[in-house]
């Protein structure tokens, strides 16, 4: 039985079709940002002033809500965007005996690029120590400091340069120690960062603290369109208690995911941090937020279902654990074929279509059409030799309530065998895409690589290849094609 949002199925009450054009992620998003699905669950954000306040809003069954981008000064990556005022040049400091240093923005700046950063570099000497903080706390609209701004210094001792893009509005000191021939000296130089006319905000659909399965993407949605969609991926960092390689995939200019190339390693601890503040995502358009989130991924729990054997595993940290008998979608009500991600869970859930109205309990959704795993008492007698059902997985209710018990958001369901093509964008069907096409889908076409120190975007011929095997590391590439997989 299925809770549909098209015609002639069965639908929860107050659930609407979306279409195609709307795609996997920002279908999400969009879902979530009108409270349509108990999905979002609050989430963590850095502190902010007054004028840049963070959104939440509803989410996932069990969760608590979607992080907006929160404030905190320093961030993005450095060296993208506009070149800034004039006012910001560099500027020279020579001491005949001494080191020569510069900075850029020049002292004084008043309008200086965020997104271009800070360099700081010797033409004579070497640098010792380059400080860059945040002058007197807080300036308009800028969101609070991040303390010291990190940066990298070359080998050779003659260049630093900040990591992230700066804070809008902010005003920062900047202290470099050099050394030439014996002689040590400080420079100091202030300058100030342009006020953007126009910026965006940033939500995240993970919440704090909050637990998900291991093929859950991490999902952003964008307040404004995006046009540097490199910029963007650039200011992201994600840290991880094990090792991931993964790639971002924009879908639409408002739309992100990541997703890794095989399903996450189980417990794994996840921490995300989008250094968003003074990232220029299109002309003249500003980050202004740092946005932070903590989260979990959980067992691993990997569903496959046969529309041809009439029977589901069910595997667990990559065992074996269950083969349940099922019944799935009758001709013409066929189940899809996919690999497809749980979205939420409810008992009960009322599902309605031509001639019935029922109140359904122990039922874990999959597609955003209305397809669930769930208790079907009434099909009992035909789980495993017969498929009756509206397009749902029909379980026995002691099977039905040990999935439900089982069931997270992100967690693997594969439907395979069926006459019936699965629909990109019918749930999350980031696992619809082959790794090719993940990379393909992002503005760097690069890979991600993460750690418990951070991520590093890498080049993908320089991976190992993957020794993932489907079903219980990663999902079989096709399988939401016609026809058998």
């Not at 960092?237 to 190339?261: E, H, N, Q």
């Not at 669930?372 to 498929?387: I, K, R």
């Amino acid at each position: 039985m299925r809770a549909t949002w098209v015609s002639g199925a069965e639908r929860a009450p107050g659930e609407r079709a979306g279409n195609r054009g709307t795609a996997r992620v920002r279908r999400v998003a969009a879902v979530a940002a009108v409270g349509a699905m108990a999905l979002l669950a609050a989430a963590c954000t850095s502190p902010q002033s007054e004028s840049a306040s963070s959104v939440a809003s509803t989410g996932p069954a069990g969760g608590t809500g979607a992080a907006s981008a929160g404030a905190a000064g320093g961030s993005g990556p450095a060296g993208s965007g506009s070149t800034g005022s004039p006012s910001a040049s560099a500027s020279p400091t020579p001491s005949p005996a001494g080191p020569q240093v510069t900075t850029s923005p020049a002292n004084g700046a008043t309008s200086a690029d965020p997104s271009s950063g800070v360099t700081v570099t010797a033409a004579r000497g070497t640098l010792k120590t380059v400080t860059v903080t945040p002058v007197d706390g807080v300036a308009t609209d800028s969101g609070n400091p991040s303390g010291p701004v990190p940066g990298t210094l070359n080998a050779a001792g003659t260049a630093w340069h900040s990591t992230w893009a700066l804070g809008v509005s902010q005003q920062y000191k900047v202290a470099a120690t050099a050394t030439y021939n014996g002689v040590t000296q400080t420079t100091t130089s202030t300058f100030t960062t342009l006020r953007p006319s126009s910026t965006f905000s940033t939500n995240i659909f993970e919440g704090s603290g909050q637990t998900y399965g291991v093929g859950m993407p991490i999902i952003l949605l964008f307040s404004q369109p995006i046009k540097d969609k490199a910029a963007v991926e650039r200011s992201l960092d994600i840290k991880t208690s094990k090792p991931v390689i993964g790639a971002w995939y924009w879908d639409g200019d408002k739309s992100l995911a990541f997703r890794p190339r095989s399903y996450w390693p189980a417990h794994t601890a996840v921490s995300f941090t989008g250094h968003f503040d003074g990232v220029e995502g299109a002309q003249g358009l500003y980050g202004y937020h740092t946005l932070t989130q903590s989260f979990t991924i959980g067992q691993s729990v990997v569903a496959v279902a046969s529309t041809r054997t009439h029977y589901t595993q069910i595997y667990i940290d990559g065992k074996l654990k269950y083969n349940w008998a099922i019944s799935t979608g009758k001709p013409g009500d066929d189940t899809p074929n996919g690999s497809y991600l749980s979205i939420e869970k409810a008992n009960p859930v009322e599902m309605k279509g031509p001639g019935y109205d029922l109140s359904v309990p122990w039922s874990v959704r999959f597609t955003w059409s209305g397809d669930y795993y769930h208790d079907a008492y009434w099909s009992t007698s035909v789980q495993g030799a017969d498929n009756v059902s509206h397009g749902c997985v029909n379980l026995s209710p002691a099977h039905a309530q040990t999935y439900y018990n089982l069931s997270v958001p992100g967690n693997p369901i594969t439907v395979k065998d069926s006459p019936k093509a699965g629909t990109s964008g019918n749930g999350w069907t980031e696992w619809f895409l082959t790794w090719k096409q993940l990379l393909a889908g992002s503005a760097t076409h690069l890979a991600v690589r993460t750690s418990e120190s951070g991520s590093t975007l890498v080049s993908p011929s320089t991976l190992p290849a993957s020794t993932a095997k489907a079903p219980v590391q990663t999902a079989a590439s096709g399988i939401w094609g016609a026809g058998p997989a």
